[in-house]
């Protein structure tokens, strides 16, 4: 007895392999493309913003949901210029679908501070009840806003440990000396708040090793792109800048820890999982 095989079966599968296969290298060919000119066209930009922009530190440059338009990444700052490079555009992205603004979301998430990465060793430091809660603000004693923030908002929170990190503006001109006396006070702590609260006389020393600190706290600054005074930290890390009323600032930061327990709970238990 002969046995008969039917291949047709066989054949047609074998024929939809190379059929996929050649799918896949067709879009492996593309992507290859499209990412070798994608890659072309952010080289021009950088060098077209060298030249245009010379100062600019560009750290990163992306597409965009914009077809032809990308996004310049300095700092926490961003900005959009075409593919050629030759022309900026300054300004919100605005999705009008959900008429939410595509850059605001993303300096959002620039402008995220982990509170841990900061030098809170050379910070002047004020604890409210049991200082369970972590709070920074970049401050600069002669704003007169930052002192109705810590007279009017600050002093009124509850268990709450307020890192200040020095800020003098050049618009306040005896702020850097007024900052460097603080830090040169017997009790920096003590007499930052006793001056914000009260405007007490400060000491006349501006020359001790303290001062110092006032450079590196002016560069953590400009490093997380604070342009403003009184601009705050939450505890889940978000910036906030102005006068900020105490019934807002107390929600504000019941909302960000209760997100910042949720995340270390996350982390924990992913950890514990590997």
């Known amino acids: ?6 291949y047709s079966g066989l054949i047609c599968i074998w024929s939809m392999v190379l059929l996929l296969r050649k799918f896949f290298l067709a879009f492996v060919a593309i992507f290859l493309i499209y990412s070798s000119f994608a890659d ?8 077209k913003l060298k030249v245009s922009l010379p100062e600019l530190k560009v750290d990163r440059v992306t597409p965009s949901v914009v077809p032809n338009i990308y996004q310049v990444f ?8 075409d593919s050629s490079g030759n022309y900026a555009f300054l300004g919100n992205l605005v999705d009008l679908n959900t008429k939410k603004s595509l ?7 620039l402008s ?3 509170i841990d990465d900061l030098p809170l060793t050379i910070a002047i430091r004020r604890v409210i009840g049991n200082g369970d809660n972590r709070l920074v603000v970049f401050t600069d004693p002669d704003c007169p806003f930052c002192q109705r923030l810590e007279q009017d908002t600050i002093s ?11 800020y003098p503006l050049p618009i306040h001109k005896n ?8 830090l040169c006070a017997e009790n920096p702590d003590a007499t930052f708040v006793e001056y914000m609260n009260k405007g007490i006389q400060l000491p006349k020393r501006v020359d ?5 600190k006032l450079d590196t706290m002016i560069n953590v600054a400009n490093k997380y792109g604070v342009d403003a005074t009184p601009t705050i930290v939450l505890p889940n890390g978000k910036l906030i800048s102005g006068l900020v009323p105490v019934d807002y600032l107390n929600k504000l930061i019941q909302e960000s820890t209760v997100v910042t327990k949720q995340k270390l709970v996350e982390s924990t238990s992913k950890g514990a999982q590997k």
């Open 1 to 6: 007895m002969r046995l008969e095989y039917d």
């Open 74 to 81: 300095s700092g926490h700052k961003v900005f959009y210029v």
């Open 112 to 114: 995220v501070v982990n």
């Open 175 to 182: 702020a850097i000396s007024d900052s460097k006396k603080i």
């Open 40 to 47: 072309t066209t952010v080289d021009n930009i950088r060098n």
């Open 156 to 166: 009124k929170l509850n268990n709450i440990t307020v890192y200040y990190f020095l």
């Open 103 to 109: 850059t605001e979301a993303t300096v959002q998430e």
């Open 208 to 212: 001790c090793n303290s001062s110092k």
